[in-house]
């Protein structure tokens, strides 16, 4: 008994040093793509694809990102950009930049381009987006992630910004639009932007959330492996007696 307290005590103390491991990235925007530092431009009404395929994967889930920008502006010459840059003096990130009086919407798929992604994130809570850039104007920008599991079911949960500023936004799986979803085979994420008028956001990062549990939980089991072992030593020590 005493030798189980005692490892108790030190798992505990393990796992405290060991529990955080690193998340898994789904897009870091960190390749030097074919379309580094471009800008794309889309028209009145009009629908532009901007896709990158062959990526290196260390950097992008599945190797590929396909993408479009579709605006709803007051005037066929005025035109929102979308602009995917690597090294620069902000670091890697995917820009939106709008413009006029109506919304934009981004799309961003990563599906394998089409084969499927296979990805198992049993071992995750969520899906986090890390904005370095979110401007007054873009309060309000909603952003909608849709995944499909193996068993082809999509389920979506939407976000809206209302502050500005730095942030993440986390899409937790235990979120209500998650429910059911099958997190060990994961096929298609699929995140939807509408950024209003005017609105600028810039997305550095889009990676899961590990699951890490709580350093209070794992410091209690500590504690009461230690207890329990100076207990059950103090026991032997009056029955020796």
Do not use: C
């Not at 502050?163 to 979803?181: K, V």
């Amino acid at each position: 008994m005493y030798k189980f307290f005692l490892t108790l005590a030190f798992a505990a103390v393990a796992l405290s040093g060991t529990a955080k491991a690193a998340p898994i990235v789904i897009d870091n925007f960190g390749e030097p793509p074919s379309v580094s530092g471009a800008e794309f431009h889309a028209a009145d009404d009009g629908l532009l694809p901007i896709n990158d395929l062959g990526l290196l994967t260390t950097n992008v889930v599945g190797g590929s990102r396909v993408g479009s920008v579709q605006s709803f502006l007051g005037s066929p010459t005025l035109g929102d950009s979308v602009t995917l840059t690597y090294g620069s003096g902000f670091g890697s990130h995917f820009t939106v930049a709008t413009a006029g009086t109506g919304t934009t919407d981004v799309n961003l798929m990563y599906d394998a381009n089409g084969a499927g992604l296979a990805l198992d994130l049993s071992s995750q809570v969520g899906i986090m987006l890390d904005f370095s850039i979110l401007d007054a104007a873009a309060i309000g920008t909603t952003f909608t992630l849709d995944i499909t599991d193996v068993t082809a079911t999509t389920f979506s949960e939407t976000l809206t910004a209302t502050t500005g500023g730095p942030q993440t936004f986390d899409f937790l799986f235990s979120l209500p639009g998650y429910a059911g979803l099958d997190t060990s085979t994961i096929d298609t994420i699929e995140l939807n932007s509408s950024v209003p008028a005017n609105g600028d956001i810039r997305i550095s990062n889009i990676q899961s959330i590990e699951n890490v549990p709580e350093p209070g939980s794992l410091a209690i089991w500590g504690l009461i492996g230690i207890a329990g072992a100076f207990g059950f030593w103090r026991m032997r020590r009056k029955v020796g007696r």
